[in-house]
DNA sequence: CCCATCGTTCGGCGGTGGCCGAAGTGTGGG
DNA sequence: CCCACACTTCGGCCACCGCCGAACGATGGG
């Protein structure tokens, strides 16, 4: 049995027990791992948090009971990814307010090469993120397809532009085309939302990109740079 | 000797700090009670929450150390409201996760009464909620002014349109000037933001709307009809 | 069919944290 | 000057929760 987060409490009592999914800091290193939108087994995200697997096993109950994230069995294995569009961004927001500076720096060698490799570019659910993500909202700022200015909204030159790039922007339920997502190493917002997924993915799939070992962290390769140069004219070099 | 949210610590460690600040049901109605945007003392919040003194006053400690909460002695009274802007989005976007469906019914007849003056209109942090917040949103929406089908921003004329009525809108810092807040209890989004809370004040300042009571809620005047349905096109009894 | 692997359940341990009442501090009013 | 009031600090109590290892169940490979 379950307390469900919407039963019949008060506001206060659901909203503390949805806190009290994250308040914990094993729990907090889940979420923060299936922010780049996979779906891990209980092993790997045992192993990532440091605890027995027993540990992780209870936790994942905790997790998937409180609605936050959705399971997956197959065979012996149990992956777990981050429910929907909607949890993930309240992580990213939750992340967010907690690193309100240049976030804490890396200490070893190792962690500052994934540092910088996850700063150059990286996924952040379902959306480029870093400073990849960074130039690529800013470029379709520059040219007029997005507007920061008075909130953020594609224009219609922008809806055209994900047309006509051959990037499907198709609505589901109340999700927005698009939204801001702030980047906790760049300070900045990026595009988030319906857009910012598809073009991810298309980004993915077109071979723009490619995810870098097992982690966050992407790459931009050659027939990327080409592509984001030419539709958007982003430098090269801005991605290095 | 505060543990800080931003020390050096892990970013696990960093979220779930933050998370067990609302994790406690006395923590979390405190902070559902501060989303009106004014400033309670300690002693009020106890008997909100309905306990000792004392416990409130440990309760507070933490928020404010945590920096969700800002504090102010006046005297022997120690008000305390949320910290900025960005501790009530948060904590409304919390708030929004938990409410899934249509909150929890009312029981009471008192209960029905207060709670369907809040449905009609209610201050959320420094924004319109409720269906009076829901109505201009949609009329500025009709008219062009917002534009929500590719984003959340204001349209030119929407910018025009602030500066025609006298509703100056000063750009601070990294706020958006026109954001999306989700209501808990038309779970439609409306208009936040710099925007939103200028129109808010501008609102109480012009007697458009006074507040019920000491609560949330607040009351559309015959002035604030007339002004409504001359510049937005509301029609009365839409508010009623 | 056996075994390695992955996950879950259970019991027990220890720490954390919320709660209260009592006592203490400071403020303002009569 | 004294008292009422708002808040804080302290000590003690109790419940909850996260952790582990050991035992158990299930899956898939050899």
Not at 225 to 233: D, H, I, T
Request: charged share 20%; hydrophobic share 45%.
């Amino acid at each position: 049995m379950t307390t469900s987060l919407s039963g019949a409490r008060t506001g206060a009592a659901r909203l503390a027990a949805l806190a009290s999914l994250a308040a914990d800091e094993t729990r907090a290193g889940f979420l923060l791992a299936l922010l780049d939108g996979r779906a891990w087994t209980a092993g790997e995200l045992a192993r990532h948090a440091g605890v027995a697997a027993s540990t992780a096993s209870e936790h994942l109950g905790k997790l998937v009971a409180g609605g936050l994230l959705a399971e997956e069995r197959q065979g012996r294995h149990r992956y777990v990814r981050l429910a929907d569009a909607r949890v993930a961004q309240l992580v990213e927001d939750l992340a967010a307010q907690v690193s309100p500076t240049a976030a804490a720096r890396p200490r070893t060698l190792r962690e500052a090469g994934a540092g910088s490799a996850m700063a150059r570019g990286r996924t952040c659910y379902d959306h480029l993120a870093g400073r990849l993500g960074i130039a690529v909202t800013d470029a379709l700022t520059g040219l007029g397809l997005l507007r920061q200015d008075t909130g953020f909204a594609l224009t219609d030159e922008g809806v055209n532009w994900f047309e006509g790039v051959g990037i499907p922007l198709v609505r589901t339920g109340q999700r927005p085309l698009a939204r801001a997502c702030l980047d906790w190493t760049e300070r900045r917002p990026h595009l988030a939302g319906i857009a910012g997924a598809a073009l991810c993915q298309h980004a993915l799939n077109a071979n723009w990109c490619t995810r870098i070992g097992s982690e966050r962290a992407v790459k931009v390769t050659e027939k990327g740079e080409q592509a984001l140069s030419q539709l958007l004219g982003i430098q090269a070099d801005t991605l290095r």
